[in-house]
């Protein structure tokens, strides 16, 4: 193919690359619109689950500190001296 054509392909690429993104973009507006009630309600139930991730994790990790610290106080009995 020469230099010509692969301008044309190119200019016909960007201008159905360019309709797809228009008619997508519709498409989401058409249902941001239609569907705003359970858009809220989905992200609203994103926060709280991202928000009882933290916190579970943030307990885990307090509780795994203190049953290390428990585990470090066992003391030894007998002889240590090899240690």
Known sequence: MNRG????VAVYGAALAAG???L???DYDRLA???SGE??????AAAF???GVFLGRLALQQLHASAL???LEIEFQGDCSWL
């Open 5 to 8: 054509m692969w301008k044309r």
């Open 20 to 22: 797809a993104l228009a």
């Open 24 to 26: 997508q973009w519709l």
């Open 33 to 35: 619109r239609s569907r």
């Open 39 to 44: 858009i809220y309600t989905a992200l609203i």
């Open 49 to 51: 689950l991202a928000l």
């Open 69 to 71: 610290s428990q585990a």
